[in-house]
């Protein structure tokens, strides 16, 4: 055997290791009911569930400020219409900074992740 083919063989055997270590860590990848209990693991865990709590009584009051714009009278429209527009944009974003609050955990999830890997990258 050449000096190439050595080269060649080492190489593959290195790729086909690091491909097994990357399957490794992606194997732990997350499901979306993991990552919302997720949410729940950092430092702001009671003001996720009182946003949580929020999210739910904003979406009642879309529903039903939508039934009552439906409902009532033309005098009474314009104040339930925007009753429904304050309402979702308020649930807008309450839902944006869950999923802000989400990502932010499991960013922070990663890079201990990396950091322990790269430890052990090192150590040996």
Known sequence: MSNSDLLDKRLKEQLKNQAAELDK?????ENLTSMLKGGFKTGLRKVMMLSYI??????VMIFYSGYEYF???ANDKAFWGMVLLISFQAQIATKLWIWLEMNRWS??????R???????????
């Open 25 to 29: 860590l992606m194997d732990k990848d």
């Open 54 to 59: 929020i999210a739910i009584s904003l979406a």
């Open 71 to 73: 409902v009532v009278d």
């Open 107 to 112: 960013q922070i999830k990663e890079i201990k």
């Open 114 to 124: 990396l950091q322990l890997y790269l430890e052990q990258v090192i150590v040996k």
